[in-house]
């Protein structure tokens, strides 16, 4: 007979101080995601009048109205590539209908940088379309037909548009799926069109799903740097970039940065509120998944659904990488310049260990809450999740500040002290990068955790505490070997956002430090895209694997 272990009238006591330790280490770490918001916030208050003045006469206006412009024109373009394409591929049944509807994800994988890039160099003068429109027609110049300019206003949003709308679809597919059959067929039963159907009953209920996905679109728009300032469109993301170096204004950039939060913080308010209303309307429905029945188009209108689905799958990805191959295969011996395998190498350095550092906070923060669900746990995770909606541009500015404070004042004690001087220890090296992106996406790592934390049962360290497993010994041995698949995934979220990330680690990588990133918008700032063909198809390629991964846990 197996031999129960004693309880311990210590147990309480060390329980309690358990869970104090996990608690100030949940707290801890909020801090410390929360020292660049206080930056920011620091130094837009400490500038000069003149500085703010400038700001609001000078740049805020025009500035403003151009964000506003992007944003809006950015979600309802979105909004119509997501919502149509996710309710063509979840309500009928049309001819490469299993195929499109996982290629409509693709587009995740091209970061809207490369996109501009590749975009400009397919849609320019000199572009192929524009030498075949001319070679076709018989024009010798510029002068002798219209082509609409792509570095404009436009461009920017159909460019923006074809890589962020499968936000919307993928929140729209989900909400069109889980609503089944039962209520478009009761609708039709009852007289309703298929259009009617449509407008009355299934967008209704798919409300809170398309507010979360135009609020991940707005905040993709609002992070955007390497887009618009190729473009050539003023928001005021590129604003604040063009402040802290350009103009030399670091606390001109911080409250333009405030204005930007300020947009920020009513789009999570908003996708919060939606996010409630999600669950309700989820509640509500009363058929399932497989039970859902498509049905089926005929020849002329099943290829008109498969053209609308293949449409935006053609322009956010497979326009980018065509031109991205076509470019890398004739400049293939740029895989070995030293460059590119410096540039890689950190990025696999800075990737790598955001992620490690991300996982490992994103479960203690999981695993605080699931030991403890008091007030300050749920107000630290709270905080600590505050990065991922800060704009990469403002993020940098608070993270620079007080890592250079810190570095300024390490070397001055040891300089009077020891007669040593560290110089920028932090702030000089890529620990401003791994810190910022630390930061950011924090809460992507944290969510992704949490998730699988809540698909085990709580009644499974209950368990093993009973059959003789210390606290421990149930995290180690029982409850890390289940968590394994969500921390993996975790942690390639973070690893493959990071490799992509530009608009933080242009401003904070120290000199002669590049990553894929950086290396890719040093190129295309000169004007050879083709240069940077080879790097950004790695990003791509790096890119596409959580997205694959994404589409094939949907199609299940």
Same mark, same amino acid.
């Given at each position: 007979m197996p031999v @129960?272990?004693?309880?311990?009238?210590?147990?309480?006591?060390? /329980?309690?101080?358990?869970?104090?330790?996990?608690?100030?280490?949940?707290?801890l770490v909020a801090l410390i995601s929360a020292v660049p918001l206080g930056a920011v916030v620091w130094i837009a208050f400490s500038g000069s009048t003149d500085s703010l003045s400038h700001v609001l006469v000078n740049v805020l206006p025009k500035a403003a109205s151009r964000t506003f412009l992007l944003v809006s024109m950015t979600g309802v373009l979105s909004a119509l590539f997501g919502i149509a394409t996710a309710w063509l591929v979840t309500t009928f049944e049309f001819p490469f209908r299993r195929i499109l509807s996982v290629a409509l994800v693709l587009p995740l994988a091209i970061p809207s940088y490369i996109a501009a890039y590749t975009f400009v160099e397919f849609l320019d003068y000199t572009g192929p379309l524009q030498t075949a429109l001319r070679s076709t027609l018989g024009f010798k110049t510029a002068r002798d037909y219209w082509f609409p300019d792509i570095r404009s206003l436009g461009g920017a949003v159909l460019i923006l548009s074809s890589v962020l709308y499968p936000y919307i679809y993928l929140a729209c597919r989900a909400t069109f799926l889980m609503q089944g059959r039962a209520a478009s067929d009761v609708a039709r039963t009852l007289g309703s069109g298929l259009w009617r159907t449509l407008w009355r009953i299934q967008l209704p209920m798919a409300r809170p799903a398309i507010v979360i996905g135009l609020t991940l679109v707005a905040m993709e728009t609002l992070n955007d740097i390497g887009a618009v300032e190729y473009l050539g469109v003023n928001t005021i993301t590129f604003s604040i970039y063009d402040s802290w170096l350009n103009r030399g204004s670091l606390s001109g950039a911080a409250q333009l940065a405030l204005v930007l939060l300020a947009v920020v913080i009513v789009l999570i308010s908003i996708e919060r509120i939606a996010r409630r209303r999600q669950r309700f309307s989820a509640?509500?429905?009363?058929?399932?998944?497989?039970?859902?029945?498509?049905?089926?188009?005929?020849?002329?209108?099943?290829?008109?659904?498969?053209?609308?689905?293949?449409?935006?799958v053609a322009l956010g990805f497979l326009l980018p990488f065509a031109m991205l /191959?076509?470019?890398?295969?004739?400049?293939?011996?740029?895989?070995?310049?030293?460059?590119?395998?410096?540039? @890689?190498?950190?990025?696999?350095?800075?990737?790598a260990a955001a992620a490690l550092a991300t996982v490992m906070i994103g479960f203690m923060l999981a695993y605080t809450h699931r030991k403890d669900t008091s007030h300050s746990t749920r107000l630290a995770g709270r905080i600590a999740s505050l990065g991922?909606?800060?704009?990469?541009?403002?993020?940098?500015?608070?993270v620079l500040f007080p890592l250079a404070a810190f570095d300024n004042t390490l070397d001055a004690i040891l300089r009077a002290h020891l007669g040593i001087s560290t110089g920028l220890l932090l702030s000089g090296s890529g620990f401003a990068i791994f810190y910022a992106c630390s930061v950011r996406f924090l809460t992507m790592a944290e969510g992704t955790v949490d998730a699988g934390f809540?698909?085990?049962?709580?009644?499974?360290?209950m368990a093993a505490r009973t059959l003789g497993r210390n606290r421990r010994q149930t995290l180690l041995f029982v409850l890390l070997p289940n968590m394994r698949p969500a921390l993996l995934t975790a942690g390639l979220f973070v690893f493959v956002e990071t490799m992509k990330e530009l608009s933080a680690t242009i401003l904070l990588r120290p000199f002669n430090f590049n990553t894929l990133a950086t290396l890719v918008y040093e190129d295309a700032s000169r004007a050879q895209v083709e240069d940077a063909s080879v790097a950004a198809l790695i990003i791509v390629l790096v890119g596409l694997i959580p997205v694959l991964f994404v589409s094939r846990t949907m199609e299940r």
């Open positions: @129960l272990p004693r309880a311990s009238h210590d147990y309480p006591r060390v /329980v309690k101080e358990e869970t104090r330790s996990l608690i100030f280490l949940a707290v509640n509500r429905t009363t058929s399932s998944v497989n039970d859902h029945v498509r049905r089926p188009l005929g020849f002329g209108s099943g290829s008109l659904a498969a053209v609308a689905c293949l449409l935006p /191959v076509h470019y890398a295969s004739i400049r293939l011996e740029l895989l070995a310049e030293p460059k590119l395998i410096k540039a @890689l190498w950190n990025s696999v350095q800075v990737s991922y909606g800060i704009p990469g541009t403002v993020l940098a500015i608070g809540q698909k085990l049962s709580p009644h499974l360290d």
